[in-house]
């Protein structure tokens, strides 16, 4: 089987469990951190890979001017149903990171949830970098959030399930591959939507591959793509040092 077409993809079942999982203002720390360091900004922001809009929502609330894409059309209709219940009205596309096309210049660039480690080629990311900085006016900063390398050995299998009014849904993770040369991993997710009464309703294979990056790698990869004053944090604090607790590295450059 080609898996390339079922990689990250965030179809149905996909988007339906990120939905409940993670719905609109559920905050590893992350949402308030973010919040506090665009503090100033009046200008636009742009969250690529905005997904339902668990983040772009509250800072919208906020009074941000924050605008978004992604990929998965499932997303983006979850995204648009919560901001129009709330008459929220942000600018949301269908693009994709390698490829996006928009005409507008924004002050910040924020990727929250390590949604960067969905590029998993190297060149592609240094790329999309690229266009990031491309997008962004002359003082504009990037915030980007990556998990530590360390991930890449950390055994992965898991089965969750989530009720819903109908029945039941089921999500479970068998890791396929690490590969340390590529910094990459790869996990077989199956999602599986089951009535009642047991039986199976709906079911969705997708995988998911990501890319894990070393720290001066990434700030080299950064400093490659145009950005300078590149700072680092810790777990979304602003005083916490990088060091074995770290599960988020968030950095930030102009
Ligand atoms: C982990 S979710 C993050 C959603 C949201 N930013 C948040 O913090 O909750 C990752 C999102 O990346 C999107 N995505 C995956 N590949 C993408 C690509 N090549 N270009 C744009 N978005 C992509 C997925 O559709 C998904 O909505």
Sequence with gaps: MDNQNLT?????????????????????????????????????????????????????????????????????DYCKAEVQKRQLNPELAQERFED??????????????????LITDVNIAIDVLKRFKAVLNEKGKLIIDLSPLSCLSEPTMMARSWKVKDGILTLTETREEVNFLTQT????????YWSNEGSLKSSELDYFSLRFWGIKEFELALKHAGFTAIK???????????????????????
């Design 8 to 76: 990250n993809r965030y179809s149905t079942l996909a988007s339906w469990v990120y939905h409940l999982d993670k719905p609109i203002g559920r905050s590893f720390g992350d949402i308030e951190f973010y919040s506090q360091r665009l503090q100033g900004i009046s200008g636009k922001i742009l969250e690529p890979a905005t997904g339902n809009g668990r983040v772009l929502i509250p800072l919208l609330e906020q009074g941000f001017d924050i605008s978004g894409f992604d990929a998965s059309k499932e997303m983006l």
């Design 100 to 117: 996006f096309n928009l005409n507008s210049r924004y002050d910040a660039v924020i990727l929250p949830a390590g949604s960067f480690q």
């Design 185 to 192: 991993t790869t996990s077989q997710l199956r999602y599986e």
């Design 232 to 254: 680092t944090y810790s777990n979304y604090e602003l005083s916490s040092n990088i060091d074995s607790q770290t599960h988020t590295i968030t950095f930030e450059a102009y």
